[in-house]
């Protein structure tokens, strides 16, 4: 169901707004879901674990992003 991609995108999403994704690193999925369906992004609870683990470290941003979903997906 979720991919690099997805994922990609819901933090692309999502970037810019540091409450929600420190309210989304800390929540369990379920709650994360819910957060990101408040912002009108509908997610799985795997989608938001696979989102929680690229921020986690604080040190994923959109560029190691964009070089990531670009490696997994050259044209």
Do not use: H, Y
């Not at 169901?1 to 994922?7: A, E, I, Q």
């Not at 690193?25 to 009108?40: C, I, Y």
């Not at 795997?46 to 044209?75: P, R, S, T």
Request: hydrophobic fraction near 45%; glycine fraction near 10%.
């Amino acid at each position: 169901m979720g991919s690099v991609l997805d994922v990609a995108e819901i933090i692309k999403q999502i970037n810019g707004n540091k409450e929600l994704m420190a309210q989304i690193a800390k929540a369990d999925p379920k709650q994360g879901v819910e957060l990101l369906k408040k912002a009108n992004i509908d997610v799985s609870e795997d989608d938001i674990k696979k989102v929680q683990a690229a921020v986690a470290d604080g040190k994923l941003d959109l560029g190691d992003l964009k070089n990531l979903a670009g490696g997994l997906f050259k044209k």
